[in-house]
């Protein structure tokens, strides 16, 4: 619960100096050493030329502005159903190192990075969410980054709650792996707010999700967060098979059920292991280890490797099953996945991601 | 600098520390020059009272080799190492662009002489076209290690980074044994093999010799009555189902369904890629009015639900 990431190193591009958040971080990080720098560009060809540049730059932290648009689209992916789901890139990167992570790739600046022109989220959210008043959206800080990992230094999601409760047309969700919620709950609950976990099995967590949390202490957090009032959510995401997985995620969907009040679950995601190609030598570099590459994972429509389809198929069953012993009217949803799998699975295929918006959307109805 | 005529006894060709060349063909350079003589004189320098190549390995040898008396040079007098190889470089780098292996002999080079691994990321590899990574300088510094046996097949078949990339995963023991697989094959199916391997080496946690000396591949290593290609490519084929054993009994019921059912041979039915869509693809050829006809006709004979349904639902559950 306690075991906070704190950088070895900030640095502060010049301009962003004199932003309350910066002195906020500043203060919080006590003894860490700081250095002021005029072009982040310099710190970040730095890091890139050195060994591992992902685990160095988790060590470090960049405190810069954004100066594009905070708010996008989540990309999803070609040829698979989408969510319409939009994504606030406050912070990004993350200091946890999962083997599977797609930002090892993604990513050109390796850096953990606050963005602390937090004005301009409120200025862009604001005429984003007017343009789309006559919709529910569906928004969340956790592409990414991880929504959390970094709220004790920012206090980031009191800002984000604040906002977010008074908008009746956005649903709002911190999406996490962490147990630091200690900010975010000092918020009174709102039902346009969720929490949520990327949840796995233990294995993979222990295994392939390096400096996150266990899984029971997830969903010890997670319980704080429905006692307090928040509605929840959990993501299987990436489930990963392995000699063993159907015991593995049997346990922890129990554990979920077992743990957490199923009528405050707004949602559950599942998504299979899936990645760029370009992302497999990067596993393999850094993490040698691991044997996740070696599964039947076949190239998909959109170029990256997953499960040959009748093996995602299994994984999905196989969980719905374990959730739907208990409860069959929690919604769940595919992320990144075909139309076949939705109607194999669920036996409903979305015409497309506003149909499946609305139908993660619509319990929350009352909050428009 | 300075050219001066050296006499080709007096030159040390034992003392390699700028050499980044080994493999290379003379032939074509001692046709070259024995027509119209050497155009460009190679560089030397002096250490300890010897002279010492700094470019011009191949030029040397093949003037060695027209058992020449003496070669014209110019000398380069400097006396720290890696300034003079710095010259050797930048020397080669205008007249050409470097193989893998020169590559990779750079770099083991420039840090012999001194400068640091960040330093060559930094500085050095854009200039060899080399991204500019540890990974990249790490890679490099794996192929320069390679036994001569691997890098003189390198060399040979032109084998390109995506390829040697896997190939320094392998221990020398195991390149020994893939060596004759990889050489009949183009570069696509030698990827395909080091790659598929190294997985099922990983996947099942053992040595990929054991994976190689496996009975059904040993027994194609022992057919007698097939060429190299033909093994290497029943090799590969096999070492490709044992990576993806469901997508193959997935591939296998499809082709048992459509025996069954009597799927006439002329007209090609295809699952989409692995399985991933809905999607099949049907296609045939026709010359004349009266084929095109005839394939229709033996189409027709599935165009009823119990005909067809079978084939598109075939899964290796189904067979069972």
Redesign the interface.
């Known amino acids: 619960m306690n075991n906070f990431y704190f950088p070895k190193k900030i640095y502060i591009e010049k301009t962003s100096l004199h932003f309350p958040l910066t002195e906020k971080i500043l203060e919080r990080a006590g003894h860490i050493p700081f250095e002021i720098i005029a072009d982040k560009q310099d710190v970040i060809s730095e890091i890139n030329m050195q060994r591992d540049p992902m685990s160095i730059g988790k060590e470090t932290l960049l405190i810069t502005q954004q100066r594009g648009e905070f708010v996008k689209p989540c990309p999803c992916t070609p040829g698979y159903v989408g969510c319409n789901y939009f994504i606030v890139n406050a912070d990004i990167n993350c200091p946890l190192d999962c083997t599977y992570c797609i930002l090892q790739n993604y990513l050109d600046n390796p850096l953990i990075t606050v963005h602390v022109n937090t004005e301009d989220i409120w200025r862009q959210m604001d005429h984003f969410l007017s343009k789309h008043r006559h919709h529910t959206l569906r928004i969340g800080t956790g592409e990414l980054g991880d929504s959390l990992v970094l709220d004790h230094l920012t206090d980031r999601s009191q800002g984000l709650i604040g906002y977010f409760r008074e908008k009746k047309n956005a649903l709002f969700e911190l999406k996490t792996k962490t147990t630091n919620i200690t900010n975010a709950l000092v918020c009174p609950p709102s039902e346009n707010i969720v929490f949520a976990w990327s949840l796995n099995s233990e294995k993979v967590a222990r295994e392939e999700e390096k400096g996150a949390p266990s899984v029971a202490d997830r969903l010890e957090a997670a319980h704080q967060a429905v006692k307090r009032g928040y509605k929840v959510a959990f993501h299987f995401d990436p489930i990963i098979r392995y000699p063993g997985w159907e015991e593995g995620y049997a346990e922890v969907v129990d554990h979920m059920l077992l743990t957490i009040d199923t009528h405050r679950i707004a949602w559950i995601s599942l998504g299979s292991l899936r990645f760029p190609s370009s992302l497999k030598d990067v596993i393999r570099e850094r993490f040698p280890q691991s044997r996740i590459l070696y599964e039947e994972l076949i190239r998909g429509r959109d170029g990256k490797f997953r499960y040959f389809k009748p093996l995602r198929i299994q994984l999905y069953k196989t969980l719905i099953e374990f959730i739907q012993k208990t409860r069959t009217d929690i919604p769940v949803y595919f992320c990144m996945e075909s139309g076949e799998v939705w109607k194999e699975v669920l036996k409903k295929e979305p015409k497309g991601k506003e149909e499946v918006a609305t139908y993660l959307s619509l319990p929350f109805g009352e909050c428009r | 600098m300075r050219s001066e005529n050296i006499q080709l006894d007096h030159i040390n060709v034992q003392d390699e520390r700028y050499r980044i060349s080994y493999y290379f063909d003379l032939e074509a350079l001692i046709h070259s020059i024995r027509r119209i003589g050497l155009i460009h004189p190679p560089v030397v320098t002096h250490r300890n009272g010897e002279i010492l190549i700094v470019t011009g390995w191949k030029r040397i040898l093949a003037c060695q080799s027209l058992s020449h008396f003496s070669i014209p040079c110019c000398v380069f007098e400097e006396g720290n190492d890696l300034n003079v190889f710095r010259l050797g470089l930048e020397e080669n780098r205008t007249f050409r662009s470097f193989t893998i292996l020169e590559k990779a002999e750079i770099v083991k080079r420039l840090i012999r002489f001194g400068v640091s ?2 330093v060559v ?2 500085d050095y590899l854009s200039l060899l076209a080399i991204p ?4 990249h300088l ?1 890679t490099y510094l794996r192929i320069v290690s390679l036994e001569p046996e691997t890098k003189e097949f390198v060399h040979e078949k032109g084998v390109g980074f995506p390829v040697l ?1 896997l190939l320094v995963f392998y221990s020398e023991e195991e390149r020994r044994i893939l060596l004759p697989l990889l050489r009949p094959l183009g570069q696509n199916k030698q990827q395909d093999l080091l790659r598929n391997l190294l ?2 080496s ?2 099942d946690g053992i040595p990929a010799r054991d994976v190689l000396g496996a009975e059904d591949i040993q027994e194609i290593s022992a057919k007698e009555n097939l060429s190299p290609l033909q093994i290497a490519e029943q090799i590969r084929n096999l070492v490709l189902r044992k ?5 193959f009994a ?1 591939k296998d019921a499809f082709e048992t369904q459509k025996k069954a059912l009597g799927w006439p041979v002329d007209i090609r039915i295809e699952p989409s ?6 999607e099949f693809t049907v296609h045939f050829s026709f010359k004349t009015f009266d084929e095109y006809m005839e394939r229709l006709a033996k189409l027709n004979v599935f165009a009823s639900q119990e005909k067809i349904v079978p084939l598109l639902r075939s ?1 290796p559950d189904r067979n069972e």
């Open positions: 691994e960040k990321v930094r500019q990574t540890m990974n790490d990339k997985e099922i990983k996947r990576r993806y054993p469901t997508l997935w890629p692995n399985f991933e869509d809905e899964s």
